[in-house]
Protein backbone atom coordinates (compact mmCIF):
# COMPACT_ATOMS: atom_id res chain seq x y z
CA UNK A 1 0.00 0.00 0.00
CA UNK A 2 1.11 3.61 -0.73
CA UNK A 3 0.33 5.92 1.53
CA UNK A 4 1.74 9.38 0.38
CA UNK A 5 1.60 12.49 2.18
CA UNK A 6 -0.52 15.00 -0.13
CA UNK A 7 -0.34 17.61 -1.97
CA UNK A 8 3.32 16.59 -1.77
CA UNK A 9 4.61 14.95 -5.78
CA UNK A 10 4.50 11.13 -5.70
CA UNK A 11 7.56 11.54 -7.65
CA UNK A 12 11.40 12.54 -6.16
CA UNK A 13 14.85 13.04 -7.40
CA UNK A 14 17.19 10.14 -6.57
CA UNK A 15 20.59 10.33 -6.97
CA UNK A 16 22.74 6.88 -8.51
CA UNK A 17 25.09 6.34 -5.50
CA UNK A 18 26.76 3.10 -6.49
CA UNK A 19 26.35 1.31 -10.24
CA UNK A 20 27.85 -2.74 -10.35
CA UNK A 21 27.74 -5.36 -12.63
CA UNK A 22 25.65 -8.46 -11.62
CA UNK A 23 25.77 -10.85 -14.64
CA UNK A 24 26.73 -10.40 -18.47
CA UNK A 25 23.14 -8.81 -18.81
CA UNK A 26 22.55 -7.62 -15.32
CA UNK A 27 23.50 -4.68 -13.91
CA UNK A 28 22.47 -3.33 -10.24
CA UNK A 29 22.02 0.40 -9.52
CA UNK A 30 21.67 2.08 -5.99
CA UNK A 31 19.50 5.00 -5.75
CA UNK A 32 19.37 7.11 -3.03
CA UNK A 33 15.88 8.97 -2.77
CA UNK A 34 16.00 12.65 -1.92
CA UNK A 35 13.01 11.38 0.70
CA UNK A 36 14.26 7.58 1.96
CA UNK A 37 11.53 5.79 2.32
CA UNK A 38 11.18 2.20 3.88
CA UNK A 39 10.02 -0.78 1.94
CA UNK A 40 8.34 -4.08 1.85
CA UNK A 41 10.28 -7.25 0.13
CA UNK A 42 8.64 -7.83 -3.07
CA UNK A 43 7.48 -4.09 -3.50
CA UNK A 44 8.89 -2.04 -6.71
CA UNK A 45 9.51 1.42 -7.96
CA UNK A 46 8.55 3.23 -10.77
CA UNK A 47 11.10 5.21 -12.66
CA UNK A 48 10.63 7.98 -15.08
CA UNK A 49 13.01 9.45 -17.57
CA UNK A 50 12.25 13.47 -19.43
CA UNK A 51 13.62 13.67 -22.15
CA UNK A 52 14.07 17.43 -23.13
CA UNK A 53 11.41 17.52 -25.27
CA UNK A 54 9.38 16.69 -22.30
CA UNK A 55 8.85 13.04 -24.05
CA UNK A 56 8.74 10.53 -20.83
CA UNK A 57 9.26 6.86 -20.46
CA UNK A 58 8.65 4.83 -17.21
CA UNK A 59 9.07 1.25 -16.17
CA UNK A 60 8.40 -0.43 -12.77
CA UNK A 61 11.37 -1.84 -11.18
CA UNK A 62 11.34 -4.42 -8.64
CA UNK A 63 13.37 -3.49 -5.23
CA UNK A 64 16.38 -6.09 -4.88
CA UNK A 65 17.73 -4.63 -1.57
CA UNK A 66 15.75 -5.32 1.82
CA UNK A 67 14.97 -2.16 4.01
CA UNK A 68 17.14 -2.98 6.81
CA UNK A 69 20.34 -2.66 4.63
CA UNK A 70 19.54 1.32 4.40
CA UNK A 71 21.42 3.48 2.29
CA UNK A 72 18.94 3.85 -0.15
CA UNK A 73 17.42 0.98 -2.84
CA UNK A 74 19.21 -1.53 -5.54
CA UNK A 75 17.21 -2.07 -8.19
CA UNK A 76 19.08 -4.62 -10.72
CA UNK A 77 18.44 -4.13 -14.08
CA UNK A 78 18.47 -6.01 -17.38
CA UNK A 79 19.34 -5.11 -20.98
CA UNK A 80 16.66 -5.58 -23.17
CA UNK A 81 18.09 -5.02 -26.38
CA UNK A 82 14.91 -3.68 -27.56
CA UNK A 83 14.23 -1.83 -24.51
CA UNK A 84 13.58 1.72 -24.19
CA UNK A 85 15.09 2.41 -20.56
CA UNK A 86 17.48 -0.13 -19.42
CA UNK A 87 19.91 0.32 -22.15
CA UNK A 88 19.80 4.15 -21.24
CA UNK A 89 20.40 2.79 -17.67
CA UNK A 90 23.24 0.34 -19.11
CA UNK A 91 24.74 2.60 -21.30
CA UNK A 92 24.11 6.12 -20.00
CA UNK A 93 23.47 6.48 -16.64
CA UNK A 94 26.40 7.28 -14.07
CA UNK A 95 27.18 7.45 -10.47
CA UNK A 96 25.69 10.81 -9.21
CA UNK A 97 22.88 11.14 -11.83
CA UNK A 98 19.51 12.14 -10.76
CA UNK A 99 16.63 10.00 -11.83
CA UNK A 100 12.65 10.40 -10.73
CA UNK A 101 11.61 7.70 -9.04
CA UNK A 102 8.03 7.07 -7.24
CA UNK A 103 7.54 4.42 -4.46
CA UNK A 104 7.44 2.04 -3.08
CA UNK A 105 4.60 0.37 -4.51
CA UNK A 106 2.72 -3.01 -4.65
CA UNK A 107 0.94 -4.69 -1.88
CA UNK A 108 0.10 -8.25 -3.77
CA UNK A 109 3.88 -9.80 -4.22
CA UNK A 110 5.03 -8.89 -0.75
CA UNK A 111 6.40 -11.19 1.87
CA UNK A 112 6.60 -9.70 5.45
CA UNK A 113 7.71 -11.60 8.56
CA UNK A 114 3.97 -11.58 9.97
CA UNK A 115 3.45 -13.94 6.94
CA UNK A 116 5.21 -16.37 8.41
CA UNK A 117 6.30 -20.15 6.38
CA UNK A 118 7.32 -22.22 5.21
CA UNK A 119 7.74 -20.29 1.81
CA UNK A 120 8.92 -21.29 -1.59
CA UNK A 121 10.41 -18.92 -4.26
CA UNK A 122 10.55 -19.55 -7.85
CA UNK A 123 12.37 -16.81 -10.12
CA UNK A 124 13.28 -17.19 -13.45
CA UNK A 125 16.37 -14.80 -14.86
CA UNK A 126 15.47 -11.39 -13.31
CA UNK A 127 12.51 -12.80 -11.96
CA UNK A 128 14.48 -13.24 -8.70
CA UNK A 129 15.19 -9.77 -7.69
CA UNK A 130 12.05 -9.21 -5.91
CA UNK A 131 12.14 -12.69 -4.22
CA UNK A 132 15.87 -11.52 -3.43
CA UNK A 133 14.74 -9.07 -1.45
CA UNK A 134 12.43 -11.13 0.50
CA UNK A 135 15.43 -13.47 0.91
CA UNK A 136 17.26 -10.51 1.87
CA UNK A 137 15.02 -8.89 4.56
CA UNK A 138 14.40 -12.68 5.96
CA UNK A 139 18.30 -12.89 7.02
CA UNK A 140 18.95 -9.43 8.02
CA UNK A 141 16.40 -9.99 10.66
CA UNK A 142 17.12 -13.22 11.61
CA UNK A 143 14.16 -14.53 10.19
CA UNK A 144 13.71 -18.82 11.06
CA UNK A 145 11.20 -19.37 8.60
CA UNK A 146 12.22 -22.16 5.92
CA UNK A 147 12.89 -20.80 2.77
CA UNK A 148 13.66 -22.68 -0.51
CA UNK A 149 14.33 -20.41 -3.86
CA UNK A 150 14.05 -22.58 -7.03
CA UNK A 151 16.37 -20.10 -9.59
CA UNK A 152 16.33 -21.03 -13.31
CA UNK A 153 18.86 -18.88 -15.46
CA UNK A 154 20.36 -20.18 -18.79
CA UNK A 155 23.66 -20.56 -17.35
CA UNK A 156 25.90 -19.96 -14.74
CA UNK A 157 27.19 -16.71 -15.32
CA UNK A 158 23.75 -15.95 -15.68
CA UNK A 159 22.58 -16.35 -12.75
CA UNK A 160 22.53 -13.19 -10.43
CA UNK A 161 23.31 -12.60 -6.81
CA UNK A 162 25.13 -15.80 -7.28
CA UNK A 163 27.90 -15.37 -4.77
CA UNK A 164 25.53 -14.34 -2.56
CA UNK A 165 22.84 -16.95 -2.54
CA UNK A 166 25.55 -19.40 -2.77
CA UNK A 167 26.79 -18.02 0.21
CA UNK A 168 23.40 -17.92 2.54
CA UNK A 169 22.73 -21.88 1.46
CA UNK A 170 26.06 -22.98 3.12
CA UNK A 171 24.74 -20.98 6.55
CA UNK A 172 22.21 -23.99 6.70
CA UNK A 173 19.99 -21.88 8.96
CA UNK A 174 16.74 -22.87 6.61
CA UNK A 175 17.61 -21.40 3.38
CA UNK A 176 17.88 -23.54 0.91
CA UNK A 177 19.14 -22.20 -2.73
CA UNK A 178 18.42 -24.72 -5.66
CA UNK A 179 19.68 -23.57 -9.12
CA UNK A 180 18.45 -25.29 -12.37
CA UNK A 181 20.62 -23.76 -15.14
CA UNK A 182 18.28 -24.76 -18.66
CA UNK A 183 21.30 -24.41 -21.49
CA UNK A 184 24.23 -25.69 -19.35
CA UNK A 185 24.56 -28.63 -16.80
CA UNK A 186 23.87 -28.14 -12.96
CA UNK A 187 27.14 -27.41 -11.29
CA UNK A 188 26.02 -28.54 -7.73
CA UNK A 189 25.25 -31.76 -6.94
CA UNK A 190 22.07 -30.62 -5.65
CA UNK A 191 20.87 -28.80 -8.61
CA UNK A 192 18.95 -29.19 -12.14
CA UNK A 193 19.56 -28.60 -15.58
CA UNK A 194 16.28 -28.61 -17.00
CA UNK A 195 13.36 -26.38 -17.16
CA UNK A 196 11.18 -26.21 -13.57
CA UNK A 197 8.55 -29.13 -14.32
CA UNK A 198 6.32 -30.36 -11.00
CA UNK A 199 8.49 -33.54 -10.06
CA UNK A 200 11.57 -30.58 -9.52
CA UNK A 201 8.99 -28.25 -7.38
CA UNK A 202 7.94 -31.43 -5.57
CA UNK A 203 11.17 -31.75 -4.53
CA UNK A 204 11.78 -28.48 -3.86
CA UNK A 205 8.71 -28.75 -1.48
CA UNK A 206 10.82 -31.62 0.25
CA UNK A 207 13.40 -29.67 1.42
CA UNK A 208 11.36 -27.67 3.31
CA UNK A 209 10.00 -29.52 6.85
CA UNK A 210 6.34 -28.61 6.05
CA UNK A 211 4.01 -27.76 2.78
CA UNK A 212 4.72 -23.82 1.93
CA UNK A 213 2.45 -21.46 3.29
CA UNK A 214 3.21 -19.17 1.10
CA UNK A 215 4.35 -19.42 -3.02
CA UNK A 216 5.50 -16.61 -4.93
CA UNK A 217 6.85 -16.95 -8.60
CA UNK A 218 8.21 -14.32 -10.48
CA UNK A 219 9.95 -14.17 -14.43
CA UNK A 220 8.30 -13.69 -17.72
CA UNK A 221 5.05 -14.65 -18.14
CA UNK A 222 5.88 -17.73 -20.06
CA UNK A 223 8.21 -19.17 -17.09
CA UNK A 224 5.72 -17.71 -14.25
CA UNK A 225 2.57 -19.71 -16.15
CA UNK A 226 5.34 -23.21 -16.34
CA UNK A 227 6.33 -22.98 -12.89
CA UNK A 228 3.08 -22.07 -11.18
CA UNK A 229 1.52 -25.22 -13.50
CA UNK A 230 4.20 -27.21 -11.84
CA UNK A 231 3.32 -26.04 -8.33
CA UNK A 232 -0.15 -27.11 -8.63
CA UNK A 233 1.05 -30.36 -10.48
CA UNK A 234 3.17 -30.58 -7.40
CA UNK A 235 0.08 -30.28 -5.16
CA UNK A 236 0.22 -26.70 -4.24
CA UNK A 237 -3.07 -25.28 -4.37
CA UNK A 238 -3.61 -21.96 -6.50
CA UNK A 239 -4.55 -19.72 -3.28
CA UNK A 240 -1.22 -19.65 -1.74
CA UNK A 241 0.78 -19.22 -5.29
CA UNK A 242 1.46 -15.11 -5.66
CA UNK A 243 2.51 -14.34 -9.12
CA UNK A 244 4.30 -11.21 -10.55
CA UNK A 245 4.76 -11.76 -14.60
CA UNK A 246 6.80 -9.26 -16.84
CA UNK A 247 3.78 -7.82 -19.43
CA UNK A 248 6.08 -10.31 -22.15
CA UNK B 1 13.00 16.90 -14.31
CA UNK B 2 14.98 16.31 -17.47
CA UNK B 3 17.36 12.85 -17.48
CA UNK B 4 20.94 13.75 -18.12
CA UNK B 5 21.32 12.06 -21.78
CA UNK B 6 17.68 10.65 -22.37
CA UNK B 7 17.15 11.35 -26.05
CA UNK B 8 16.11 8.67 -27.53
CA UNK B 9 13.13 7.90 -26.50
CA UNK B 10 10.89 5.65 -28.44
CA UNK B 11 8.29 8.73 -28.92
CA UNK B 12 5.45 7.54 -30.71
CA UNK B 13 4.51 8.59 -34.48
CA UNK B 14 2.92 11.93 -34.00
CA UNK B 15 -0.58 10.80 -35.91
CA UNK B 16 -1.21 8.32 -33.01
CA UNK B 17 0.22 10.68 -30.05
CA UNK B 18 -3.21 11.94 -29.34
CA UNK B 19 -4.16 8.01 -28.45
CA UNK B 20 -1.64 7.28 -25.76
CA UNK B 21 -2.15 8.30 -22.24
CA UNK B 22 0.32 9.95 -20.63
CA UNK B 23 3.33 7.76 -19.03
CA UNK B 24 2.03 5.01 -21.54
CA UNK B 25 4.29 3.44 -24.79
CA UNK B 26 2.71 1.94 -27.41
CA UNK B 27 3.34 -2.26 -27.01
CA UNK B 28 2.55 -3.97 -30.28
CA UNK B 29 2.49 -7.43 -28.46
CA UNK B 30 -0.26 -8.68 -25.65
CA UNK B 31 1.46 -8.73 -22.16
CA UNK B 32 0.35 -10.93 -19.89
CA UNK B 33 -0.28 -9.47 -16.42
CA UNK B 34 -1.87 -12.00 -13.09
CA UNK B 35 -1.66 -11.75 -9.42
CA UNK B 36 -2.01 -15.87 -9.25
CA UNK B 37 -1.75 -18.74 -11.42
CA UNK B 38 -4.07 -19.10 -14.94
CA UNK B 39 -7.15 -20.50 -14.18
CA UNK B 40 -8.12 -23.12 -16.53
CA UNK B 41 -12.27 -22.58 -16.77
CA UNK B 42 -13.68 -25.50 -18.50
CA UNK B 43 -16.87 -24.12 -20.18
CA UNK B 44 -18.90 -26.74 -19.41
CA UNK B 45 -18.35 -25.48 -15.76
CA UNK B 46 -18.29 -22.03 -16.46
CA UNK B 47 -21.14 -19.77 -15.60
CA UNK B 48 -22.15 -15.75 -15.12
CA UNK B 49 -24.05 -14.08 -12.49
CA UNK B 50 -25.94 -11.12 -11.98
CA UNK B 51 -26.03 -10.02 -7.84
CA UNK B 52 -27.51 -7.50 -5.82
CA UNK B 53 -25.09 -7.60 -2.60
CA UNK B 54 -25.23 -11.11 -1.95
CA UNK B 55 -28.87 -11.84 -3.92
CA UNK B 56 -28.60 -13.25 -6.82
CA UNK B 57 -30.35 -11.90 -10.06
CA UNK B 58 -29.74 -14.26 -12.53
CA UNK B 59 -27.63 -16.95 -13.82
CA UNK B 60 -26.17 -17.97 -17.10
CA UNK B 61 -24.45 -21.34 -18.39
CA UNK B 62 -22.01 -20.92 -20.99
CA UNK B 63 -24.68 -22.23 -23.57
CA UNK B 64 -27.43 -19.41 -22.62
CA UNK B 65 -24.55 -16.92 -22.56
CA UNK B 66 -23.51 -17.53 -26.04
CA UNK B 67 -26.93 -17.54 -27.15
CA UNK B 68 -27.38 -13.38 -25.75
CA UNK B 69 -27.06 -10.76 -28.34
CA UNK B 70 -23.10 -10.58 -29.34
CA UNK B 71 -21.42 -6.66 -30.23
CA UNK B 72 -18.18 -6.36 -31.40
CA UNK B 73 -15.49 -3.51 -29.84
CA UNK B 74 -12.42 -2.06 -31.26
CA UNK B 75 -10.62 -0.65 -28.79
CA UNK B 76 -6.95 0.76 -27.24
CA UNK B 77 -6.06 -0.65 -24.11
CA UNK B 78 -3.94 0.71 -21.38
CA UNK B 79 -2.43 -1.36 -18.94
CA UNK B 80 -1.15 0.58 -15.87
CA UNK B 81 2.51 -1.25 -16.09
CA UNK B 82 2.54 1.37 -18.56
CA UNK B 83 1.80 -0.43 -21.99
CA UNK B 84 -0.51 0.72 -24.55
CA UNK B 85 -2.10 -1.00 -27.24
CA UNK B 86 -3.91 -0.17 -30.17
CA UNK B 87 -7.06 -1.14 -31.91
CA UNK B 88 -7.87 -4.73 -29.84
CA UNK B 89 -10.82 -6.20 -31.82
CA UNK B 90 -13.06 -8.11 -29.21
CA UNK B 91 -16.44 -9.43 -29.25
CA UNK B 92 -18.79 -10.50 -27.02
CA UNK B 93 -21.94 -9.52 -24.38
CA UNK B 94 -22.79 -5.92 -23.83
CA UNK B 95 -23.49 -5.28 -20.60
CA UNK B 96 -26.59 -3.36 -21.65
CA UNK B 97 -27.58 -6.62 -22.84
CA UNK B 98 -26.83 -8.59 -19.97
CA UNK B 99 -29.15 -6.48 -18.25
CA UNK B 100 -31.60 -6.30 -20.63
CA UNK B 101 -31.86 -10.15 -20.58
CA UNK B 102 -32.09 -9.83 -16.95
CA UNK B 103 -35.07 -7.89 -17.23
CA UNK B 104 -33.78 -5.17 -15.13
CA UNK B 105 -32.21 -1.80 -14.44
CA UNK B 106 -29.10 -0.95 -12.68
CA UNK B 107 -29.49 -1.45 -9.37
CA UNK B 108 -26.93 0.53 -7.67
CA UNK B 109 -24.25 3.10 -8.54
CA UNK B 110 -21.18 0.99 -8.20
CA UNK B 111 -20.37 -2.86 -9.03
CA UNK B 112 -18.01 -5.29 -7.89
CA UNK B 113 -16.55 -7.16 -11.33
CA UNK B 114 -16.11 -10.97 -9.69
CA UNK B 115 -14.10 -13.73 -10.81
CA UNK B 116 -13.18 -17.69 -11.02
CA UNK B 117 -9.79 -17.24 -9.04
CA UNK B 118 -11.07 -14.85 -6.51
CA UNK B 119 -10.13 -11.85 -8.05
CA UNK B 120 -12.27 -8.77 -7.88
CA UNK B 121 -12.50 -5.11 -9.17
CA UNK B 122 -14.80 -2.29 -8.53
CA UNK B 123 -15.98 0.04 -11.09
CA UNK B 124 -18.60 2.57 -11.25
CA UNK B 125 -21.83 1.38 -12.88
CA UNK B 126 -22.19 4.34 -15.39
CA UNK B 127 -19.15 3.28 -16.36
CA UNK B 128 -20.20 -0.10 -17.45
CA UNK B 129 -23.09 0.59 -19.14
CA UNK B 130 -24.58 2.34 -22.33
CA UNK B 131 -22.18 0.92 -24.67
CA UNK B 132 -19.20 1.34 -22.83
CA UNK B 133 -18.62 -2.23 -21.40
CA UNK B 134 -19.13 -6.22 -22.35
CA UNK B 135 -18.20 -9.33 -21.59
CA UNK B 136 -15.86 -10.42 -23.91
CA UNK B 137 -16.34 -13.80 -25.46
CA UNK B 138 -13.93 -13.42 -28.71
CA UNK B 139 -10.39 -11.82 -29.19
CA UNK B 140 -9.41 -11.13 -32.63
CA UNK B 141 -12.28 -13.66 -33.54
CA UNK B 142 -10.93 -16.63 -31.44
CA UNK B 143 -11.76 -17.44 -28.14
CA UNK B 144 -10.05 -16.10 -25.62
CA UNK B 145 -7.09 -17.98 -24.57
CA UNK B 146 -6.99 -19.15 -20.57
CA UNK B 147 -3.99 -16.66 -19.86
CA UNK B 148 -5.52 -13.59 -21.40
CA UNK B 149 -8.84 -14.16 -19.35
CA UNK B 150 -11.05 -16.58 -21.35
CA UNK B 151 -13.33 -18.14 -21.86
CA UNK B 152 -14.75 -14.83 -20.81
CA UNK B 153 -13.26 -11.40 -19.15
CA UNK B 154 -14.36 -8.39 -18.15
CA UNK B 155 -13.98 -5.57 -21.17
CA UNK B 156 -13.84 -1.81 -19.70
CA UNK B 157 -11.19 -0.42 -22.47
CA UNK B 158 -11.51 3.54 -21.12
CA UNK B 159 -10.24 2.48 -17.74
CA UNK B 160 -6.92 1.21 -16.35
CA UNK B 161 -6.81 -2.63 -17.96
CA UNK B 162 -6.66 -4.08 -14.45
CA UNK B 163 -10.70 -2.90 -14.49
CA UNK B 164 -10.97 -5.31 -17.05
CA UNK B 165 -11.00 -8.26 -15.28
CA UNK B 166 -10.18 -11.75 -16.29
CA UNK B 167 -12.15 -15.08 -15.94
CA UNK B 168 -15.02 -13.09 -14.93
CA UNK B 169 -17.74 -15.19 -13.48
CA UNK B 170 -20.49 -12.19 -12.39
CA UNK B 171 -21.18 -8.27 -11.51
CA UNK B 172 -22.23 -7.63 -7.96
CA UNK B 173 -24.09 -4.66 -7.70
CA UNK B 174 -23.40 -3.21 -4.59
CA UNK B 175 -24.07 0.45 -2.16
CA UNK B 176 -20.87 1.94 -1.79
CA UNK B 177 -18.11 1.71 -3.98
CA UNK B 178 -16.16 -1.27 -2.25
CA UNK B 179 -12.47 -1.63 -3.30
CA UNK B 180 -11.73 -4.65 -5.16
CA UNK B 181 -8.22 -7.14 -5.14
CA UNK B 182 -5.74 -4.34 -6.64
CA UNK B 183 -7.79 -1.57 -5.31
CA UNK B 184 -7.14 -3.19 -1.78
CA UNK B 185 -3.52 -3.10 -2.68
CA UNK B 186 -2.81 0.61 -3.27
CA UNK B 187 -4.44 1.07 -7.09
CA UNK B 188 -6.79 3.44 -7.56
CA UNK B 189 -10.28 3.15 -6.86
CA UNK B 190 -11.55 4.56 -10.52
CA UNK B 191 -8.04 3.95 -12.58
CA UNK B 192 -8.91 6.44 -15.60
CA UNK B 193 -5.52 6.50 -17.69
CA UNK B 194 -6.36 9.80 -19.37
CA UNK B 195 -6.15 11.29 -15.86
CA UNK B 196 -3.32 9.02 -14.93
CA UNK B 197 -5.13 7.44 -12.04
CA UNK B 198 -2.92 4.10 -11.15
CA UNK B 199 -2.05 4.26 -7.35
CA UNK B 200 -4.41 5.14 -4.73
CA UNK B 201 -2.52 8.14 -3.99
CA UNK B 202 -3.26 10.20 -7.65
CA UNK B 203 -5.96 12.57 -7.79
Redesign the interface.
Known amino acids: ????P?PQS?WQ?ATITRIEKRTPRVTSFWFQPSRPFAHLAGQHVDI?????DG??????YSIASASETGGGVELAIERLDDG?VSP?FHD??AVG????LRGP?????IWEESDGGPILLVGGGSGVVPLMAMVRHRTLRNNAVPVALVFSARVWDEVIFRDELIGLDDRRDGFDLVLTLTREPARRPSDYSRRVDARMMAQAIKRLPKAPRLAYVCGS?AFV?AA??A??GAGVP??P???E???? | MVTRGFFSGRRPPSDTDARIPPGQYLEQGFPVLSAGPTPRVRTEDWSFTLKQGPKPLKKWNWAEFNALPQSKMTRDIHCVTAWTKFNTPWQGVMIDDILADAGIEPPTAYTLALSFDGYSTNVPTKDLVTGKAMVALLYEGKPITSDHGGPARLLVPHLYFWKSAKWVNGLQFTERDEPGFWELRGYHMYGDPWREQRYSSDP
Do not use: C, K, W
Open positions: MTAESPARLTAPYQARRSEFVADEIELGGHFNSADLIAGIRTRYGV
